[in-house]
């Protein structure tokens, strides 16, 4: 998995689905911002634009909720093929909104003793 290159909150949801199409037709659904916004409309969105894009591979999109507190999110979409002549697309989710960092959160681990 790639690294977003930001704090991440808990860990990521990740998914995997075999498709039948080859691995061109899903970049095309993922990459072009015509197809992609029928299925991943542009208001859930934090930019249009993907953080991410390398053509036929991979895109990374940072996602907004839509509701207070308006946590952000980082979706990663990687596309394999795989030996049937379908692909594989992997979707992983990653929750890294800076705000969910606590205070005294040093990034440091203590052990306590029982």
């Known amino acids: 998995m790639n690294d977003t290159g930001s704090e991440k909150w808990g860990e990521p949801l990740l998914l995997e689905y ?3 199409a080859p691995p061109e ?7 072009i911002p015509e197809l992609r916004e029928q299925w991943l409309p542009s ?3 934090a930019d249009a634009e993907p953080v991410v894009s390398m053509p036929g591979e991979e895109i990374r ?6 509701e207070p507190p308006f946590l952000e ?8 093929p795989d030996a049937d002549g379908g692909s594989r697309l ?9 705000r969910l960092t606590a205070a005294n959160d040093s990034g440091q681990l ?5």
């Open 18 to 20: 075999r498709l039948d």
């Open 25 to 31: 037709k899903v970049w095309r659904a993922i990459g």
């Open 43 to 45: 208001q859930l969105l």
């Open 61 to 66: 999109y940072r996602m907004r909720d839509d």
């Open 73 to 80: 999110s980082t979706v990663t979409l990687q596309i394999r």
């Open 90 to 98: 992997r979707i992983i989710h990653v929750l890294d909104d800076a």
């Open 110 to 114: 203590l052990m306590c003793a029982a």
